[in-house]
């Protein structure tokens, strides 16, 4: 299991706790459009960084860390929001947001546009789906806006990004489809790449793959051992 950072070169991909609310990126970053109630927004109400922080605590306290920020040379430049949909009062205003409270939903998925380029998104999706799968989730669902739907709120994530991420519409809609990543098929591909490694290290002389503890996630490791 990751701890809470999780090192990819020179990045860092951490959870994210209240006292890293502040550090969230992009035009709409803080923002409560998803942990509001519709046309209800935040005014009169706290700042929005108080009510986020405030959001992350209770997420954390009943489900576990509600996402994840990456940081690049110590400077955070992506994170990705995810939370059960009882979490996410905005999801009453969508006619396709999922029936069942328990259904985990990616709700921002962001990069500083200085990072563009260097395969953030990517990263952020795959540390969400392993949040995802160690709380025992089948699939990982989104809203994402259309093209015609864009401009209407830039915290709905953009129905391309998604799809460019592995997720697949799941319930059509002319502005806010709602998308689906399968973590079972990605969980089996990761299985089936390990064994394909496995058999191909028994083919080499004196090496030797030695299966270790079933990981968290469900995935199977292996490490090699030289007997030589």
């Not at 090192?7 to 990126?25: I, N």
């Not at 005014?43 to 108080?50: A, D, I, N, S, Y």
Request: with cysteine; proline share 10%; charged share 25%.
């Amino acid at each position: 299991m990751d701890g809470p950072v999780a090192r990819v070169g020179r990045r860092e991909v951490r959870l994210l706790t209240p006292d890293t609310v502040a550090d969230l990126v992009g035009s709409c970053a803080p923002c409560t459009y998803w942990q509001t109630l519709p046309r209800n927004g935040y005014r009169g109400g706290p700042e929005p960084l108080t009510l986020l922080t405030e959001w992350v605590r209770a997420v954390t306290d009943d489900w576990g860390p509600p996402g994840r920020v990456v940081y690049l040379e110590g400077a955070p430049v992506g994170h990705v929001l995810l939370a059960p949909a009882r979490h996410v009062p905005r999801l009453a205003a969508f006619a396709t947001g999922p029936s069942d409270p328990a259904t985990v939903m990616l709700v921002a998925l962001a990069v500083a546009d200085r990072s563009r380029g260097r395969g953030l998104r990517k990263t952020l999706v795959q540390a969400a789906a392993k949040d995802a799968l160690r709380h025992r989730a089948r699939s990982l669902d989104a809203i994402g806006a259309r093209p015609s739907a864009l401009g209407h709120h830039p915290c709905i994530p953009e129905l391309a990004d998604l799809q460019r991420a592995g997720f697949h519409v799941q319930r059509e809609h002319p502005s806010y489809p709602r998308l689906r990543l399968d973590l079972r098929n990605a969980l089996t591909l990761r299985d089936e790449a390990a064994e394909l490694l496995s058999r191909a290290l028994a083919r080499v002389p004196k090496v030797h793959p030695v299966p270790e503890t079933p990981h968290p996630d469900g995935a199977t490791r292996a490490r090699v051992r030289d007997r030589g």
